[in-house]
């Protein structure tokens, strides 16, 4: 399944990692470049720096 995920705060990484687990397909969506970073390096994610709630993201 493919899921995107707004935000990576302490709910949005805990649900990326889960999921990740668990085979799908994650990609995350957060405006902090350090965090998305963090999270694109440790697990199989696509990390997007950017506003989750502009619709050009």
Do not use: F, R
Not at 41 to 47: A, E, I, R, T
Not at 49 to 56: I, Q
Request: hydrophobic content about 35%; charged content about 20%; glycine content about 12%.
């Amino acid at each position: 399944m493919k899921i995107i995920v707004v935000g990576c705060g302490k709910v949005g990484c805990t649900l990326a990692e889960q999921l990740c687990q668990e085979g799908h397909d994650i990609s995350i969506i957060d405006s902090n470049e350090q965090v998305v970073e963090e999270l694109s390096n440790s697990y199989d994610v696509l990390g997007i720096t950017g506003n989750g709630a502009s619709y050009s993201i």
